[in-house]
């Protein structure tokens, strides 16, 4: 079985400021990961995956995100937020079972960035 | 690249009738596509995985009579919703697997489709 938790539902952060979105999964097999962002009315892009190489993974726009095994955790970060990083941001899990590859989605959060 | 279009992206019907949305993969061949809906302010929820060539695999709870999904070719996955109905008004969304089935390839999603059932 594996999970995804999306630890808020809402962030706001002013422009110019850090941004990090925290996500936690926890899967009985080693698990891919990744992080994709929707724009309203829109799909998803994808910013970034974490396939089993290295631990700390950059991604597009600025974005980046640590894989951390002893705390189940893969948040993601970026420096400095952009007024074009207001958006949905999903965090997804991918692990091949016994029945095949299985994708689970977080259940979002939505970043605001204020001026 | 892995640019996936997904046509409407909007489309307004009345109750009773048929809707069909397309799903192309434009610079890559997609064996396995995926459909989702979309509640507002939730999270993507899996309808069906599309295999081309062969009948799709729908996820517990979605009827298949009613949601047909059709890959017929590697470029190319229509879902035609049937008899829609109110409730079915909902974003849909399409996704598309870039080579082999693997757990570290990522998807390459549509733009969804609104659709508003009156």
């Known amino acids: 079985a594996q999970s995804v938790t999306q630890l808020d539902s809402h962030v706001s952060v002013s422009e110019g400021t850090p941004v990090l979105l925290r996500c936690n999964y926890s899967?009985?097999?080693?698990?891919?990961l990744f992080w994709y962002v929707q724009h309203p009315n829109k799909g998803l892009q994808l910013l970034l995956k974490y396939t089993s190489a290295a631990t700390l993974v950059k991604g597009i726009n600025g974005f980046e995100a640590e894989f951390k095994k002893s705390e189940t955790s893969f948040h993601l970060t970026k420096p400095s937020a952009h007024m074009s990083d207001a958006a949905e941001y999903f965090c997804?899990?991918?692990?091949?079972?016994?029945?095949?590859?299985?994708?689970?989605f977080g259940t979002g959060t939505q970043l605001k960035v204020e001026l | 690249g892995a640019v996936v279009s997904q046509h409407p992206s909007r489309v307004i019907c009345k109750s009773g009738t048929s809707v069909k949305i397309e799903c192309r993969s434009l610079d890559f061949q997609a064996t396995t596509m995926f459909w989702y809906r979309q509640f507002p302010k939730q999270s993507l929820m899996l309808m069906a995985t599309s295999n081309e060539g062969s009948k799709a695999t729908y996820e517990q709870g979605v009827e298949k009579d009613k949601f047909l999904i059709n890959h017929a070719s590697l470029t190319l996955s229509t879902l035609t919703v049937t008899s829609a109905h109110p409730e079915d008004s909902s974003f849909y969304i399409c996704?598309?697997?870039?080579?082999?089935?693997?757990?570290?390839?990522?998807?390459?999603f549509g733009n969804g489709t609104r659709l508003t059932v009156t």
């Open positions: 996704s598309a697997l870039q080579g082999a089935s693997s757990y570290n390839s990522p998807l390459h």
């Open positions: 899967s009985s097999y080693s698990p891919s």
């Open positions: 997804v899990v991918s692990a091949f079972t016994g029945g095949g590859n299985k994708l689970t």
